[in-house]
Each structure stands twice: as structure tokens, then as C-alpha cells.
């Protein structure tokens, strides 16, 4: 009895328990579908993830689609699932997830599996979150670590799971995984890491990457490539063992040594974007002007009018003609002197942290390179760069330098052991050569339409990104010449048209205020220069004069049409000194000017972006819509004006100040003018074709003199042409057009119809020898009251009669 009541006993407390433990199960299973309906309708919709709008960085390419620039916190590549590599996605899911296209969101075997191995190692030695959970977590969820946060996390891989394909979830995971270094995406890791697309990736390099996600800051190959490996490996195993790879290739893989990009190694993707560094500030400036700071994740692209060819002949033209200049003047002395105790090339540690701190002081700049003297003579210079690169100079590597090599002069002049100095090689031979202090300026652009195809706005952009070909406002000099001739055609002047070429001079009474005596250059006169050769040789007084025929309200309109500013050119009282060029301007708009005479009268507005691109849907966002030439409605100058200054130019270009271009370039479509200010402060060059203007600029951005000897045409004048050799290549020649309607050519000399054979012009300042060279008969002797007089006869502006 005792053994039937025990017996008893044990079963009702069975029976209790399991009863208990049923009604557990119900209460559990009541509370969770309690919570389910509770979570699931508070679960965030998945727009984020259906409608896929990751940060992606803001890019500008060239015309030809090389990347200049991207700018944004996240380095991203998004790529749709079918531009994703198998090798990568195979990897992926053998390193993370290799039941993904079976499991509804949560692997419950992969999850038995975590728990039993974490129980037997005493420790978490395994995780079960699948892609799914993971893609929940990157998009919606904290890293908090709750229970609650675990069960939201569940709930809304199951919502992920119901409205997303496999394909869709994988391909959200692969862009948007964080993997170190500012790395969003396997697109953009691979960038980082190896410096290629992801779809030129290899086994071994992809099993590298799929390990990353595990631990980006641990497992990355920069933090530490050992670890890394072994990560690999165990990825190459698992896709042996799931079939991805065959054992061949997984040897072959295991081999594989893994080659990580060098951040400061150049390759040409690195150095074209360094070369377009003020294109692409520009470009951004632009569209942050329209987006403001919304523009740096927004995944836009932008393409830009560049060409990548010629940017690169540009930046290399503006680099020479300034390292030219640059030898043509005075060593000025190393960069810095800095104290080399004795006898720390010894110390290679304590060396290489010294070099390195002088390098960081005084930086590269391209292909100047910065050293340490170790010691110098008169006939020896040793320098180091690293402990590893050290330079023996002599011969004619020291050429630039003598004087600096010895006792006599200023002792910052010379060069001893520590002097801080720049090497560069020229001709396959180092050659110690000082860090440039004027700058440069280069701009190209298409005059049928205004697209600017090289822009360098100076020297080296990381010393500053001041952008002179936008930025720099400039006296133009000569190069302003031409508009004030362009605008005497319009009052009656004509090429043949007589002009004093003697000193001109102003009183004080006359300027009301200092008295004005201008010089021609080289204090070079004649008695009197015809219009056409006075613009050849740049003749200042035939300039003056024909600005003064003009009159100040006509030439401040009329210079208003090519896109100057009136109000930076000089004021009324001091209006005859434009004609010197004695306004502002920047080189951007001096190639917005010579575009109207090269493409027949039309203002063209120069632009650099061509179209933005939405990278996130393809679609074309912005587009330029550019003025022609061609459409009257941009017609700025009469085509009669733009085909006499486009002969007058071809003029200059063929046996002006300008000839050399034709003899170097041997084509008969180019004109051009040079330009140098008072004492040479600026020089300049603007020259173009019917299809091609480019202006080039040197100078000191706090001006001062270039030199008594440097002009226009032997400072600026060579980077035009280093530039247009190559540009002009594969441009046909274009020849002269017709001759325009109202147009008559007489001899060598034009006249357009208002202004006729015998009425007009024959002479300007010059007194009983002037005549015109057509006429039938003498013009006659002609005063200044008398020109006066003719001239007011025909000025539709009225007023009192021009006095010389």
C-alpha cells in the first residue's frame, strides 16, 4: 500500500507538472502572439530598403567619364545584384550565412548549432545572425544588446523576409555593410583596398573581403593583414566545402600573396584627379550653390565638360612655363635651414623621423621633390630624401645653383648641410631647383558653345585653392587692345586708317588729377602706324588714340557686350587708359570675350557642367543647355566687326607680336594677341581658332614686376602653345568665311557700308600727311578740329568735337 500511495503520489506531480507546463507553453504562446500583435503593426515600413537611397559620396567626372573628385564622409559604390560578381556573393554567403536561400530569415539550425558550441567553449564562440538579421539591423536597429531589441529584430527580419526577394536582401547587405576605412559596400571596399572595380576581384581577394564583415576594425587588411589571412582562409575552406570553388582553385587561392593598394603610390586614376583638383572644386562649388550641404550623400554624379587629354597637357603647360620663368631668375636660397646634428644618418630610426617631419613641413609638389642636404661644395651636393634615397649632385645638376654653392652672398642663399631643398628631374638628371612663388593660370574653351575643356587655375592646388582663372582679377594689358579696335571699326576706323604714333600726354588739368604721359613699349614711337600696324606691334599710342575716337559712353557699352564689367574697368575721367588695358578681369572672362571675335559676333556663356546624374535611379537631373553661335539671338557684334578683327588677329599671329604661333603651329586659322602690363606685372596670352580659345596667365598673386624683360610673349606666350600643339592636332583648318553683307574689301583695307571709300577715316592725330591709301584722290591736311568735325558728323552719341 505504502509503494501504491508513493507511486500515486509521483503521478499526480507528473500529471501537475506537465499540466503546469502545457498551460506554461499556452500563457507563453498567448504573451508571444500578444507581442507579435503588438510589435508587428509598430514595425517600421521598408521604404528605406524598397526604395534604396544610401549616402553615396558626390562624384565629378570628366567628359570622357574619369573620375576627378568624389566628396562625402562614405566611400560608396552601389552596384545592382546582377553587376556583383558570383565570386563575391559566394564568398559572402560562405563566410556569413550558407543556408541563406533556405531559411525564412532565422536559421533555427544555425542557431542549435551557435548554442551547443558556445556551451562546450564556455564562451560565445559563434553568432547566428543570418544576412537577414544583419540587413534589419544595419537599415532600423541599434547595437544595443536587450532582449527586446533581439525579439524587434526578429520581428522585423521576418517583415524584411515577406516583402523582399533573396536577390533584393543580398544585394541591400552587399552595399550597404560597413568594412573599414570609410568603406559602405564591397564595390567600395574593393576600391579602398586593391584599388580595382569589384568586378576585376579574385578568389582569394574576394574571400579577404567577405571575412571583413565579421569585425570591420579587426579584420580589415590596413589594421591588420595577418589577421585578415586567417580570416581568408577559413573563407576559402567553406567555399570548398560548399562546392563554390574546386580544390585546384582553392590551392590556387591559398598561394595567392594578397597585393593591398599603396594610398601614396601614384597610378593614373590618382594623378589625373590631382591634375583636375580646380576643375572639380569648381564643380563643387556649383552644385553645392543648388543643394547645399544635402549634395555630399545624395549619390549624384556630375559630368563635366573636360576632356581628360587636355586637362592633362594644360596642367603639364602651366607647370613648365612656370618652372621656365622660374629658371630664369635668381636662385633664391633653400626653403629653410634646419639643424642636422652629426652623425644622425647613422641613427637610420632617428633619420627617418627627421626627414619625415621636414617632409611634412615642407611638402612635394608633384614632380618637386623635397631633400635635406647632408653636406656641399662647390662641385658636390649630397641630399636625402628618406634613409633609403639619398642624391649625389654635380655637374650640370648644380648649375642653377653655383653661386649658392659658395662663400660669397647673403648666407640665406646658401646651401649647406641642412639647407631644406626641391629636386627635380629634367632630362633624366636631378637638378636642385627652388619652390616657385609667381603662379599661372590656363583656360580652354569651346567658342561655338561656351564648354570649357581645361581650366588650371595655378600652380599646385594644395597650396592653396585659390582658382585664378575664376578668382584672379587681373589688369589684361594688351589683350585688351583688340576690343577697343573692334570698336573703333564700328565709329568709322578702318585697318588703313593713319594714327599718330607720337607721345601722348594729358595735363593735370586735363585729368583733374596727376598728369598722364603713357609710353609705348620699349619707348619705341614712330611718326604715325596704319589701325592694322598698330595692332601688330602693339602700339600704345595708336591705341590711346583710337579710344579717345571712340569716346568714353560708346567703349563702355560696347566692351559691356563681350561680358566685362564696366564697373572694374577705369572710371570716365581716366576712360583713355583702357585702352592699355588698364581695367580688371579674370582669365574666364578674357576666353568668354575672344570667343565672340573667334566664332563670328556670338556671346557664348562658358559653363563647365554638362549634366548631374541620379546614380540612385540613372536618371539625367540637370542638363546644360548652352548659348550657340550661330543663333542670333546671341549676336553681340556685328559679323562685319568680328571678320575684320578675326583678320586683324590672323595678322598679329602671322607677323605681329604674336607670329610665333603660326611659325611653331603652321596654321593659317590662328589669331592671337599678347599682353603685358605696366612694369610686368602680369603677361598674358590669348590666342584662338574658330573652334578653340585658350588664354594663359602669369603672374604674382601680390603683384609685383616679372622682370624689365618678361612680356606677354615670352612668359605666357609658350604655355599656350605647349598647350595648343597638342589640342589643335585633330582640329581641321578652319579658313576665312565670306565676306559679310555691308562688307567691302578695297586693297588690304575694309570699309563697311555707313563708312566708305573717301568717308572714312583716313586719319587720326596726324597732321597734312594722312590720307587714305584707296582714295582717288588725297584726303588732304586734315587738324584736329577738322577729324573733330568729321567725326561729328557721323557719332550718333552727338556731343562737342574730339580734340587730339
Known sequence: MQRSSAGSRIGRFLFQSIIFCIGLGLCGLLLGTLAVALTWPNLPDLKAMTDYRPRVPLRVYTADKILLAEYGEERRNVLRFNEI???????????????????????????????IANVVSGAKAQGASTITMQVARNFYLSSEKSFIRKFYELMLTYKIEQNLSKDQILELYLNQIYLGHRSYGF??????????????????????????????????????????????????????????????????????KIVLRDNTQETPETTFARHGQYVAELARQLMYNVYKDNVYGRGLSVYTTIRSQDQEVAYHAVRDGIMSYTRRKPYPGPAAQVDLPAGIENNTERFDLALEEIRNKYRDSDDLVTAVVLSASASKVVAARTPEQIYELSGKSLGYVKRALTNSGPTSR????????????????????????????????NPQNGAIESMIGGFDFNRGDFNRVTQAWRQPGSTFKPFVYAAGLERGVTPGTNISDQPFHLSAAQTRSKPWSPKNYGNSYSYSQTMRQGLYKSKNMVSIRILQTVGPEFASEFISRFGFDPARQPPKSAYLTMALGAGSVTPLQMASAYSVFANGGYRVNPYIIDSVVDISTGRVIMKAQPAMAGDE????????????????????????????TQATLKRGDIGGKTGTTNQSYDAWFAGFTPKLVGISWLGFDQPKSLGDKETGGGAAMPIWLSYMQTALKKVPVTPPGPIPEGLAKV??????????????????????AGRDPNAAKPAGSQSGDAIGKALESFNPMGGPPIRF
Open 85 to 115: 560578381p558570383d565570386v563575391m556573393k559566394h564568398a559572402l554567403l560562405a563566410a556569413e550565412d550558407d543556408n541563406f536561400y533556405n531559411h525564412g530569415g532565422v536559421d533555427w539550425s544555425g542557431v542549435g548549432r551557435a548554442v
Open 187 to 256: 564595390a567600395a571596399a574593393s576600391r579602398t583596398y586593391y584599388g580595382k572595380p569589384l568586378s576585376e576581384v579574385s578568389i582569394a581577394e574576394a574571400a579577404l573581403l567577405a571575412g571583413i564583415p565579421k569585425a570591420p576594425s579587426r579584420f580589415n587588411p590596413r589594421a591588420n593583414l595577418k589577421r585578415a589571412v586567417a580570416r581568408q582562409h577559413y573563407v576559402l575552406d567553406r567555399m570548398e566545402k560548399l562546392g563554390y570553388i574546386t580544390p585546384e582553385q582553392h590551392q590556387e587561392a591559398l598561394a595567392q
Open 633 to 660: 539671338a546671341n549676336r553681340v557684334l556685328d559679323p562685319r566687326t568680328a571678320y575684320v578683327m578675326n583678320d586683324l588677329l590672323r595678322g598679329v599671329a602671322k607677323s605681329g607680336t604674336a607670329a610665333r
Open 747 to 768: 586693297g588690304d583695307n575694309f570699309y563697311f557700308s555707313e563708312f566708305p571709300l573717301g568717308k572714312a577715316l583716313a586719319n587720326i592725330g596726324v597732321s597734312g
Open 414 to 445: 646658401r646651401i649647406q648641410r641642412g639647407s631644406v631643398i626641391y629636386l627635380q628631374k629634367v632630362d633624366n638628371t636631378w637638378t636642385i631647383i627652388n619652390m616657385p612663388t609667381v603662379e599661372g593660370a590656363f583656360i580652354s574653351l
